[in-house]
């Protein structure tokens, strides 16, 4: 959910924000170091502690590198074309590595996962496509499975085996049954070892490498969790959303394999974390934070059973099943090393000697190390954005606040260099809108924005994640009605405090955000002085019609988040360009998420009811726009062409 740079648009943002407020601010901030991609993004450590598997972004793509950890040589890559990144990668063993790859349209789309699997040894060399959806292996001929296509997913290293992991493999349909494979990963030879008793199944394993868990849903979208004791044994359901009201996740399998770790959504509040006992059905309470969902899974040193959980609000929290466990105590002491930080164990090596730490703040865009377990001694190896130095990158601290029903909402504020009071501001909405939701780390476009200058208000509105089931479903419904109400409320909030000025206020997101931006301008036009969309949806009616017409389960998610399609007209910004004052939007031609016809109609609503807008339009780019070499160091890049 990190958000990555954004190319063109931020050209544009920064100087379009200081011109519609009537400000100063924005002007000369250097852009280069928010639109150079990462170095690095995620790494691991080999089982033998020989190599790391990295993830490296270009321009265009991500690709997966060895380097080998003695010298830092380069011994092999793995890449595909233009868009396509790196999903996952998992080290199946001491030498080989199997890789998930994914397609990405844009910066702000969730890669699309092509179900398609390959792997190389450490040293470059045995190369190939495992499997693939689309006929091709070896980077060129067919996989030995037969039977229609089937995109293919890992689900499970097997570390045990050292031929072997398990797959799951899915037929290329709509609301598919998906199955569990045991697939080589030196032949590609693949045997079917489960099935699945529900539709769009995810499958969770014993230390064993044993199927025991799916979960899924079926058309209509209830989720529904299902056990078996062994191969052998029946699948028989154990939570039904459909009669208890909520939801259950498992987790994974204590250390004999005795008892099960399952989140459990609640009836209100946060979810919490269980042991579950199969053989008598019985539930326990281990952990609930007050405010917070569990954010992530805490593994032991083998990284397969299950110890505990972070939580992410004011910073990040621990949480362990048993604090006088062995790993617990190694992550209280790494809390210890590094005050301030979250720290996260990546990956460890076979003999548990080597762990990776990945560590970031708000401040730190994140900084890998190598722990020595025996001589008690961490070194940085690898760092994503070295060139932001977190001693002068500006803090965000956590804002709480009520909605005007009394629904608490939380949010991060980030303020300028040596702000006073009533400091121009963006609201910046996150996208989505539903389970996604801002969290405590370092965010780009918040920092870019702060250093032109502004205070900037992130707010998790009704419907966003990590606040519990009841706080995703008030959002049911909701599209610009009570969830706008919650960013109008939270920007009043900011008014009263003196954080923002009244009269130099401005909306800007992406996605969802970008909707809800528009929706702003146009539900409380004298708040916000002006209104930046980015890939956004604006015709709710278009939205619905080409969800319903995806599938069965589509056609069900929206009736059940959208609302019916006659009530989306007067939810949509195209149908009420006429109260928008100064908007200007950014999108990309080949954007699937949300099409290019959402912001032509939102141009032409606007044109028709002679409001001036700026819109940009790149026809190579898709949802967000990927990184540019542009050339352009500073916010005057360029211009609105008119005022409002």
């Not at 909520?246 to 987790?251: K, V």
Request: aromatic fraction near 10%; charged fraction near 25%; glycine fraction near 10%.
């Amino acid at each position: 959910m990190r958000k990555r740079t954004w190319g063109g648009l931020l050209l544009c943002l920064v100087p379009m924000a200081a011109w519609a407020q009537g400000s100063d601010a924005g002007t000369n901030v250097d852009l280069a170091p928010y639109l150079r991609p990462d170095q690095f993004e995620r790494i691991k450590i080999s089982p033998s502690g020989d190599y790391y598997a990295v993830t490296v972004p270009l321009e265009d793509r991500t690709v997966l590198a060895i380097i080998r950890r003695s010298d830092r040589a380069v011994t092999a890559k793995i890449g595909g074309d233009r868009d396509s990144v790196v999903d996952d990668f998992w080290w199946a063993n001491n030498e080989r590595v199997v890789v998930s790859m994914a397609e990405k349209l844009g910066s702000r789309d969730q890669p699309s996962v092509l179900g398609q699997l390959h792997a190389v040894n450490a040293d470059g060399s045995g190369a190939r496509l495992l499997a693939s959806p689309f006929g091709t292996g070896e980077i060129g001929s067919r996989t030995d499975t037969p039977g229609p296509p089937r995109a293919v997913f890992l689900t499970d290293t097997l570390p045990d085996d050292e031929r072997n992991v398990l797959v799951a493999a899915m037929p290329l349909t709509t609301d598919p049954y998906i199955s569990i494979d045991r697939l080589d990963i030196y032949t590609r030879r693949r045997i079917t070892v489960a099935t699945a008793p529900v539709r769009r199944a995810d499958f969770t394993t014993d230390r064993a490498g044993v199927v025991r868990f799916a979960h899924g849903a079926d058309v209509d979208n209830a989720s529904r969790l299902y056990y078996r004791d062994g191969d052998r044994a029946e699948w028989r359901l154990i939570n039904d959303e459909n009669e208890t009201g909520h939801r259950e996740f498992p987790l994974g399998f204590s250390a004999d394999g005795g008892t099960a770790y399952l989140q459990v959504e609640q009836k209100n509040g946060p979810d919490a974390v269980v042991a579950w006992n199969p053989a008598d059905g019985t539930y326990t309470e281990l952990l609930r934070d007050r405010v917070v969902d569990p954010f992530r899974t805490l593994y032991d040193v083998d990284g397969r059973t299950p110890i505990g959980v972070s939580y992410v609000h004011e910073g990040v929290r621990n949480a362990f099943f048993d604090e006088k466990g062995k790993t617990a105590w190694f992550y209280r002491a790494l809390e210890r090393a590094f005050p301030g930080h979250g720290v996260h164990m990546t990956s460890i090596t076979a003999d548990g000697r080597l762990a990776l730490l990945f560590v970031w703040s708000d401040r730190n865009h994140g900084d890998y190390f190598l722990f020595d377990t025996v001589e008690k001694k961490a070194d940085r190896v690898f760092s994503t954005r070295e060139w932001f130095d977190p001693a002068v990158v500006l803090p965000t601290r956590l804002v709480q606040m009520k909605a005007r029903d009394g629904l608490p909402l939380h949010g991060y504020l980030t303020l300028p260099r040596n702000a006073a009071a009533q400091a121009p501001m963006v609201l910046l909405p996150h996208g989505g809108p539903f389970g996604i939701f801002d969290e405590w780390g370092f965010d780009s476009e918040a920092q870019m924005l702060a250093e032109a200058g502004y205070a900037v208000l992130r707010v998790n509105y009704r419907g966003s994640g990590n606040y519990g089931r009841a706080h995703v479903q008030a959002g049911a419904r909701e599209w610009g009605g009570r969830m706008q109400d919650d960013l109008t409320d939270a920007t009043r909030w900011a008014i009263e405090q003196r954080i923002a000025d009244p009269a130099r206020i401005c909306i800007y997101g992406g996605s969802y955000g970008g909707y809800a931006a528009l929706m702003g301008a146009a539900r409380e036009p004298d708040l916000y002085r002006c209104a930046a969309g980015y890939v956004g949806v604006y015709d709710l009616r278009l939205m619905h019609r080409r969800q319903s017409n995806r599938s069965r389960s589509g056609k069900t998610w929206a009736g059940e988040w959208m609302g019916p399609p006659e009530g989306l007209a007067e939810r949509s910004p195209t149908t009420l360009a006429a109260r928008i004052k100064a908007p200007t939007t950014g999108y990309g031609a080949r954007d699937e998420r949300a099409p290019l016809a959402h912001s032509e109609r939102m141009e032409k609503a606007l044109k028709q009811a002679g409001v001036p807008v700026e819109t940009l339009y790149y026809k190579t780019e898709g949802h967000g726009f990927y990184p540019k070499s542009t050339g352009v160091s500073t916010t005057r890049a360029c211009w609105p062409s008119s005022r409002a």
